[in-house]
């Protein structure tokens, strides 16, 4: 939403790379911002999530295996 106050985004999309090595990119950024994250198996693909003490900012990465490669949906608190 694009109200005043909402810091919630969401978004899906699909990377051409295997769940295990979008799992890592979100990881190394996720570290590097300043969040406690981690992953672990979610059904037949991956969830990697986080969140920031600092500012209490939070997000979770749902990755699912398909024919191109890895389907995202990705929801943070914080929207960039």
Same mark, same amino acid.
């Given at each position: 939403?694009?109200h005043?106050?909402c810091?919630?985004?969401?978004?899906s999309? /699909? !990377?051409?790379q =295997?769940?295990g /090595? #979008?799992?890592g990119? @979100?990881?190394?950024?996720?570290k =590097? !911002? +300043?969040y406690?994250?981690d $992953?672990?198996?979610e059904g *037949?693909?991956?969830m #990697?999530s +986080?969140w920031?003490?600092?500012d209490?900012?939070?997000? @979770?990465a749902?990755? *699912?295996p398909n024919?191109a490669? /890895?389907a995202?949906?990705l #929801?943070? $608190? %914080?929207? %960039?």
């Amino acid at each position: 939403s694009d109200h005043a106050g909402c810091s919630l985004r969401a978004v899906s999309y /699909t !990377a051409s790379q =295997k769940p295990g /090595t #979008v799992a890592g990119y @979100y990881l190394g950024l996720a570290k =590097k !911002a +300043g969040y406690r994250a981690d $992953n672990m198996a979610e059904g *037949q693909g991956m969830m #990697v999530s +986080g969140w920031r003490p600092s500012d209490g900012a939070a997000f @979770y990465a749902i990755l *699912q295996p398909n024919d191109a490669g /890895t389907a995202i949906d990705l #929801v943070s $608190n %914080r929207g %960039r």
